[in-house]
């Protein structure tokens, strides 16, 4: 059964920083693309960024050069640095990835989320 845990969100006052991590278990054979989306109240889940296979990097363009996107391809494990943290950035943050597990075929797998507020 594969299942995506995300960690490290929590409160931080602007101008700071976060680092949210995604770890991807179960009985993977294959994981392809990986990323972080994020939901405010009454607004839709938005892309933040992602990337294929460790490369191939994208950034929603309120989150470019602010926000860092990496994969530790041989843990499983995805990271999001996130910097000069904005009050705009207060949302729930889902990791999402295409998995394939042992025996079965790629399937798309989001996580619990992960609160982020961002207040003074």
């Known amino acids: 059964q594969v299942q995506l845990v995300e960690s490290g969100g929590g409160w931080m006052q602007p101008g700071g920083s976060l680092r949210l991590s995604c770890e991807a278990s179960g009985n993977i054979r294959r994981i392809t693309r990986m990323g972080w989306y994020r939901q405010a109240p009454g607004s839709p889940r938005d892309l933040v960024a992602s990337t294929m296979n460790g490369d191939s990097i994208n950034y929603s363009d309120s989150v470019r050069g602010r926000f860092t996107i990496s994969r530790d391809i041989a843990r499983n494990t995805l990271h999001l640095q996130m910097n000069k943290l904005e009050p705009e950035d207060t949302a729930v943050y889902y990791c999402?990835?295409?998995?394939?597990?042992?025996?079965?075929?790629?399937?798309?797998?989001w996580g619990q989320g992960t609160q982020v507020t961002v207040s003074s």
């Open positions: 999402d990835a295409d998995i394939a597990p042992m025996g079965g075929q790629l399937g798309h797998y």
